[in-house]
C-alpha cells in the first residue's frame, strides 16, 4: 500500500497534495477543479487508507460533491467502481450506504454498475448491510430493490462471513423499525442463527434497554426531563420552546425524525409479536432427567449449576463476553428475557407462544425459578396470573428438588451491587418476596424438602443471617444518630421557650409581645416540636431496646421507624415556624422583608427530608395512599369552592325572577287587558276529556 502511493505521489505530489488538503478544509469548489488535473481524476487515491476522493466526499456526506466528481468518470469505466477499494474492503457504495442524505449518489451509482451491491468488503458486508447496521430504511430500501426486482431468496449477501445477518445487526444496532421491516420481507431470517448460535429474538431478549427506556421517562416526569435535555448554555426562545417540546415528546412516547432515542414504542411490540409467532429457539427445553446432578455441596453447586444464569450480564473482557453469549445460546428466549427483564416479550410468549411456558433450562428450572433468582417480581406475577400453566409451575421443582420457595433464598452475585439499598430495606424485600411466593405456591408444593434435606424456612433464615446481622447493625446505627438530633432538637426547643421574642417585662416577667398573634403562633410551634422531639425520642429508643427478630424487620421495625422519622421532620418543622414567627415579631416594623425571611426560615424543611436519608420513599411510600386521598379531596373541595358560589347565585337570581314574574303578572294583564290563563286542573291530565260531574 505505501508502493503505491509513493508511485501515484511521484506521479504529481503537489496536485494529490492540494487535493487532499482542500478536501481536509472542506474546500470543495478547489476538490473539483483540482480532480481535473491529477492522474485518476475523482478516483484519485488520497488517504493511508487508500481513500478514494470519492471515499472522502463519503465520508463527509457531500451529495452534490459526489455526484459531481461521478460526472467526471467516463462511461467506459464504470466498472471500475466494484474494483476500487479502501484497506477494509469497502467500496464507494459501502461509504455512500452509511447516510440517507447520499441516496441520489446511491441512485447514480447503481445507474453505473448495479453490480455493487453484490461486492462485500473484508467481513462480508455489502452496501445493504451497512445500511442495516446504521438502520437506515430508506438507504435499505434503495439498495435492495432499485436496481434489479430480485426475489426474497435472490436478495444478495443478507449474512456476512460470521454468519451474523441484517436482522441480527439492526436488532444489535436498535434499529427495531428496519428489523421489523426485515423481519416481514424475509421471514427464514428469523430462525438463522450467527456465530454464537442465536437467533435475532435471543438477541433482543438479552437487551432489556428499549423495553425499560420509555418506562424510565415516565417515571422521571416533565420537568427533570426538561432540566436534563441537550440545551445546556443559555437558550433563546427558540431553543427553549424546542427542549419544551422534546421533554414532552420524551415523557409521552412521541417521536421526532429518525433519531434512535425516539424510537417507536408501536414498532418495537410489533417486532417481537413477529419475532415469537415465528422464532424456533422457544422450543428449546432441557429435562431435568437427561441432566446429572452436581455433586458438591449446595451452595457451590448453585454458583456452577447454574453458570449459564449467574454469568448472564457479566461479561467483562472479550473471553468473558465470548463465553457469556455461548451460554446464552443453550438458553430459551423466554429464559434470556426473563434474566434481562423484558416483560414484553415474556408477555408476547404468554400471548402466542403459552406452551413454551412448560420448558426448563439445563438446571431444571422453570420461568417461576428463574423470575424469583434474578428477582423479577413482575414477571412473576405475569406468569402465575396464566391459570392454564401456573399450578404447575408453582409445583415443580428443579434438579435439586428446590422448589419456587426455595429459591426466594438464591439469588444472583451480582444482585446487590445493582440495587444500592440499605441491608435493613434488602431483608425486609426478601422478607416480602418469601411471603408473597409462600401465599401463591400454598398446598402446591408437594416435597417441602430439597435433596438437602431443608425447608424452605431454614434456607431462608440460612441464607439471609448475614443480611440480618446487616439490618441490626444499620437500624440500631440510625436510630442512634435520629436519637441524638432528636435530643438536639428537644433541647434548643426547651431553651427557646425561656428566651421569647422581645423579652420579659422586667417589672412582671411577662413576655413583652404576648399580645401579638404571632406570639401565640410561636409558643404553638416550640411546644409542639418539642412534644414530637420528645416523642421521637421514645420510639428510637423502643427500636434500640428492641430483640431484632426476622419476622420484625417486615413491618413492625420499619412502622417505628417511620413513625419516629415523621416525628423528627414535623419537629424540625415547627422548629422552622417558631423561628418565622419570631422574624416577624422583631421585623414587625419593616413589613416588606418579613414574608421573604419566613420563607427563607421554612425553606430548610423540604431540604432535610430530601437530604436526610434514604428512607425517605420507606416514609412516603405507606402515606403514598393517604397523600392521594388528601389531594383528590383537596381538588374536589377546590372545584366545589369555585363552581358552587356561581351555582348559587344563578339559582338565586332564578328565584327572584320567578317571584317577580308571580307578583306582577296579574297587575300587567289588567292593564293590558289580558285575561290571564285559566289554572289548569291536576286532576284532568287529557284536556278533551268530558268534564267530570260530581257524585
Not at 288 to 317: I, V, W, Y
Request: glycine share 4%; with cysteine.
Amino acid at each position: 500500500m505505501a508502493d503505491n502511493n509513493d508511485q501515484i505521489e511521484q506521479k504529481s505530489p503537489n496536485d494529490i497534495a492540494d487535493l487532499r488538503k482542500a478536501m481536509m478544509d472542506k474546500n470543495y469548489e478547489e476538490v473539483r477543479l483540482l480532480c481535473g488535473t491529477v492522474p485518476e481524476g475523482p478516483l484519485q487515491r488520497i488517504s493511508i487508507y487508500d481513500d478514494t476522493v470519492l471515499h472522502m466526499a463519503a465520508h463527509s456526506k457531500q451529495n452534490d460533491l459526489l455526484l459531481d466528481l461521478l460526472k467526471m468518470i467516463p462511461a467506459d469505466r464504470n466498472h471500475e467502481l466494484s474494483d476500487i477499494r479502501n484497506t477494509d474492503g469497502n467500496t464507494i457504495l459501502h461509504e455512500v450506504a452509511t447516510s440517507n442524505a447520499m441516496a441520489n449518489a446511491a441512485r447514480e451509482l447503481l445507474r453505473r454498475d448495479p453490480d455493487l451491491t453484490m461486492v462485500a468488503n473484508n467481513l462480508g458486508e455489502t452496501p445493504i448491510f451497512c445500511a442495516a447496521r446504521y438502520g437506515l430504511i430508506q438507504m435499505y430500501q434503495i439498495l435492495a430493490f432499485e436496481p434489479k426486482k430480485l426475489s426474497v431468496e435472490e436478495i444478495p449477501h443478507l449474512q456476512r462471513n460470521d454468519g451474523t445477518t441484517i436482522l441480527h445487526i439492526s436488532i444489535a444496532a436498535e434499529c427495531y423499525g428496519l428489523a421489523l421491516y426485515i423481519g416481514k420481507k424475509y421471514p427464514y431470517l428469523i430462525g438463522q442463527r450467527d456465530r454464537f448460535s442465536m437467533t435475532a429474538l435471543q438477541y433482543l431478549a438479552c437487551n432489556p434497554t428499549p423495553f425499560r427506556r420509555w418506562q424510565i421517562q415516565v417515571r422521571r416526569g416533565f420537568i427533570e426531563l426538561l432540566s436534563n435535555s441537550k440545551f445546556q448554555k443559555k437558550p433563546g426562545v427558540k431553543e427553549f420552546f424546542v427542549a419544551i417540546c422534546m421533554a414532552y415528546s420524551m415523557s409521552h412516547d412521541i417521536t421526532f425524525g429518525d433519531d434512535k432515542r425516539f424510537e417507536s414504542k408501536y414498532e418495537l411490540q410489533e417486532l417481537v409479536k413477529l419475532l415469537v409467532e415465528k422464532d424456533t429457539s422457544l422450543n428449546m427445553s432441557i429435562t431435568s432427567q437427561a441432566m446429572s446432578l452436581c455433586e458438591s455441596k449446595k451452595e457451590p453447586k448453585m454458583e456452577k449449576c447454574s453458570f449459564g444464569l449467574s454469568r448472564e450480564m457479566e461479561g467483562q473482557n472479550s473471553q468473558e463476553s465470548s463465553t457469556s453469549k455461548d451460554k446464552k445460546s443453550n438458553e430459551s428466549p423466554l429464559f434470556l428475557a426473563t434474566m434481562s427483564n423484558s416483560e414484553e416479550i415474556v408477555k408476547a410468549v404468554l400471548n402466542y407462544r403459552p406452551e413454551a411456558l412448560q420448558h426448563t433450562n439445563k438446571e431444571g428450572m422453570n420461568i417461576l425459578h428463574v423470575a424469583i433468582l434474578y428477582r423479577h417480581i413482575d414477571i412473576f406475577d405475569m406468569v402465575v396470573q396464566h391459570e392454564v400453566f401456573a399450578k404447575r409451575l408453582l409445583s415443580a421443582t428443579d434438579n435439586e428438588k428446590n422448589s419456587v420457595l426455595h429459591m426466594v433464598s438464591q439469588k444472583r452475585k451480582s444482585q446487590a451491587s445493582e440495587k444500592m439499598q440499605s441491608p435493613a430495606l434488602q431483608l425486609r424485600n426478601e422478607l416480602f418476596l418469601f411471603e408473597k411466593v409462600k401465599s401463591a405456591s400454598k398446598n402446591l408444593i408437594t416435597n417441602p424438602l430439597n435433596n438437602d434435606n431443608k425447608t424452605a424456612e431454614e434456607l431462608f433464615a440460612t441464607a439471609n443471617e448475614q443480611l440480618h446481622q446487616d439490618a441490626k447493625e444499620w437500624l440500631m446505627r440510625t436510630s442512634e444518630n435520629c436519637t441524638i438530633l432528636s435530643v438536639f432538637i428537644a433541647t434548643v426547643a426547651f431553651a427557646a421557650a425561656y428566651t421569647v421574642p422581645g423579652g420579659p417585662n422586667q417589672d412582671t416577667g411577662i413576655p413583652i409581645l404576648q399580645s401579638k398573634p404571632f406570639f401565640l403562633v410561636f409558643i404553638l410551634a416550640d411546644v409542639i416540636s418539642l412534644t414530637l422531639a420528645l416523642t421521637s425520642v421514645g420510639i428510637f429508643l423502643s427500636i434500640l431496646t428492641s430483640s431484632f427478630p426476622l419476622e420484625d424487620f417486615k413491618i413492625y421495625l420499619f412502622k417505628k421507624l417511620i413513625q419516629g422519622i415523621i416525628c423528627l421532620v414535623l419537629s424540625v418543622s415547627m422548629m422552622a415556624v417558631a423561628f418565622g414567627a419570631t422574624i416577624i415579631l422583631i421585623m414587625s416594623h419593616n413589613r416588606k422583608n418579613v414574608v421573604w425571611s419566613s420563607v427563607i426560615a421554612f425553606l430548610p424543611v423540604p431540604i432535610f427530608f430530601l437530604s436526610y436519608s434514604p428512607l425517605r420513599s420507606a416514609v412516603l411510600g405507606p402515606c403514598r395512599e393517604w397523600f392521594e386521598f388528601l389531594i383528590l379531596y383537596l381538588i374536589l373541595v377546590v372545584v366545589l369552592a369555585v363552581l358552587l358560589p356561581p351555582f348559587l347565585l344563578f339559582v338565586v337570581i332564578y328565584l327572584v325572577f320567578r317571584g317577580l314574574v308571580f307578583i306582577i303578572r296579574n297587575p300587567l294583564f289588567w292593564i293590558w287587558g289580558i285575561n290571564p290563563p285559566p289554572k289548569s286542573d291536576p286532576e284532568s291530565s287529557d284536556p278533551t276529556a268530558p268534564p267530570r260531574t260530581p257524585v
